[in-house]
C-alpha cells in the first residue's frame, strides 16, 4: 500500500471512529461544546489550507536541494500532517454531528454547505499531494499557480459562511 492511500485510509478511519463516538454521545448537553469544537477545527483548518499555498509560492522560488527549499519541506510536512489534517477530520466529525443532531440533514442551505465543504476537501487532497510533489522535488507548478490556488479556500470559506448564517434557502 502506498504511503498516500496508508494516510487517506488512516484519516477516514479517524473520522469514522471519531464521528461513532460523539454519536453515542447526549445531545442535548453536548451541543454548544460540540459546537465550538467544530468552530475551532474550521479555523485550525481553514488557517492552514490559507498558508499552505503560500509557502508554495515561496517554495517555487527556493533552488531545489538548498537549505531553503529543505526548510520549506519540512514546515509544509508539519503544516499538513499537524495541523490540517487534524482539524479536517475534526471539522468533518463535529459538522456531521451538528448536522444530525441540530438539522437533522434537512436545509437546502445546508446540503450546499457540505457540497462546499467537499469541495474544500479536494482542495485539501489537491495541496497533500502538492506537498508529496515538492518534498520530492517534482512540483512543475508557477508561483503564479500557487497564487491563484491560495484563494480557492478563501471563496469557498465565504460561501460556506454565508450558508450558515444567511441561509438563505
Do not use: C
Not at 488557517?47 to 508554495?56: D, N, V
Not at 531545489?64 to 471539522?91: C, D, H, W, Y
Not at 476537501?121 to 491563484?148: M, Q, T
Amino acid at each position: 500500500m502506498t504511503r498516500p492511500l496508508a494516510g487517506a485510509l488512516a484519516g477516514v478511519a479517524a473520522l469514522a471512529v471519531l464521528a461513532a463516538l460523539l454519536f453515542l454521545i447526549d445531545s442535548a448537553a453536548a451541543y454548544p461544546w460540540i459546537k465550538a469544537v467544530h468552530v475551532i477545527a474550521v479555523i485550525s483548518w481553514m488557517a492552514g489550507m490559507l498558508y499552505l499555498p503560500r509557502l508554495f509560492v515561496y517554495h517555487v522560488g527556493a533552488e531545489r536541494g538548498s537549505v531553503q527549499s529543505e526548510t520549506f519541506k519540512v514546515m509544509e510536512r508539519r503544516l499538513l500532517r499537524a495541523i490540517i489534517n487534524p482539524a479536517m477530520i475534526a471539522t468533518w466529525a463535529a459538522g456531521l454531528w451538528l448536522a444530525w443532531h441540530g438539522f437533522a440533514f434537512q436545509g437546502g442551505w445546508l446540503h450546499a454547505k457540505i457540497a462546499a465543504v467537499l469541495a474544500l476537501s479536494g482542495v485539501h487532497g489537491y495541496l497533500a499531494g502538492a506537498v508529496r510533489r515538492f518534498a520530492e522535488d517534482r512540483n512543475e507548478k508557477p508561483a503564479r499557480h500557487w497564487r491563484i490556488v491560495n484563494e480557492i479556500p478563501t471563496l469557498l470559506m465565504i460561501a460556506i459562511v454565508v450558508l450558515v448564517v444567511v441561509k438563505p434557502f
